[in-house]
């Protein structure tokens, strides 16, 4: 069980910028208190531009703050996203894909037939697109689970699902694909939390169920 969170423990880059303006104005104030003290009396310096570089300052110290303010929205929303998507960790998940996490010798998956087949087979590939299994599943329309108990020495890892499936006549019958897996950690990716689901990486709204798995604790034993 892991909670992990890609916001980088350095300083913010508002907050670099504010230093640097600071180095800057600093710099600005020493230039004009030397440019003052050796001005020609006869021909003073336009105090229009001191004036132009004043605000400009001004402004840019406005920018920088909108950004800060920004920054903590930001940070406040991925706290947020983190704090709601702790309640999965350790749950079973359903999300729509056609890969899924083997674990222990099994991976698990869910299809949909839009009606009744003559026959559907469903294979199962490695990561490299080498067929691992070949098996025959239920043919008639609607909702089926698909636990797959993998060959002995299979490696646990990511593998597709693919089926096959046509009416009686031969028509071709779309299937919805989906996989299931415990929720083993949490990342905050871009603002929004991702789940690793038996070793898939998907963002929370991608989850189609939920259904109590094994406590927390059992989980991260």
Known sequence: ???????????????????????????????????????????????????????????????????????????????????????????EVTIETDRAGLRNGTAKWEYGLETNAEEVKLTVQDASGKVIDEVFGPNKAGLHDFIWDAPADTPDGIYQLTISAETIDGTEIQAAIFSKGTVEAIEILDGDAHLSVNGILTAAGNIQAVKPNKPVAEVAS
């Not at 504010?18 to 800057?24: M, N, P, V, Y």
């Open 1 to 91: 069980m892991e909670v992990n969170s890609a916001a980088a423990n350095t300083t913010s880059a508002a907050s670099q910028s504010q230093t640097k303006l600071a180095q800057d104005f600093d710099q600005f104030l020493t230039l004009l208190t030397t440019q003052l003290q050796f001005q020609d009396p006869l021909d003073p310096l336009d105090s229009n531009q001191f004036t132009e570089q004043l605000v400009s300052f001004t402004q840019v110290e406005q920018t920088i703050t909108t950004n800060k303010n920004l920054e903590r929205m930001i940070s406040q929303t991925k706290t947020a996203a983190m704090s709601n998507a702790v309640g999965y960790l350790g749950t």
